[in-house]
């Protein structure tokens, strides 16, 4: 496991929400000091800290883990069927059409 690669996504994340280390490490419960370090992979990070941080940074466990390539695929994927969990079955119907329309756009122009 590469903890300075894992930091650094940490670390993407934070900044992507615009929060400094010392926001974080606070809503997290951990020292600014260890922020600092899970960030430079200096130090490993428990798993209820991973988890906590991901919850902050409304990101999931496997997209600090692991390189975005690797799971984006599938987290995608759930994104969107946790989106469309919300819609009423008119709305899914709409959203299906959207889809398969751009789906063959998609296969025009990629």
């Excluded at 902050?56 to 984006?72: K, P, R």
């Amino acid at each position: 496991m590469n903890y300075y690669e894992i930091g650094q996504r940490i670390r993407k994340a934070r900044k992507a929400h615009g929060i400094s280390q010392e926001e974080l490490a606070e809503s997290v419960g951990i020292s600014t000091t260890h922020m600092s370090h899970i960030e430079t992979g200096n130090t490993k990070l428990s798993l209820p800290v991973l988890v906590k941080l991901s919850s902050v940074l409304e990101v999931s466990t496997d997209s600090l883990l692991f390189d975005e390539g690797a799971s984006s695929r599938s987290y995608t994927l759930n994104s969107i069927c946790d989106t469309l969990e919300t819609c009423s079955t008119p709305q899914l119907k709409v959203a299906e059409d959207l889809i398969k329309t751009l789906k063959t756009s998609l296969n025009k122009y990629l």
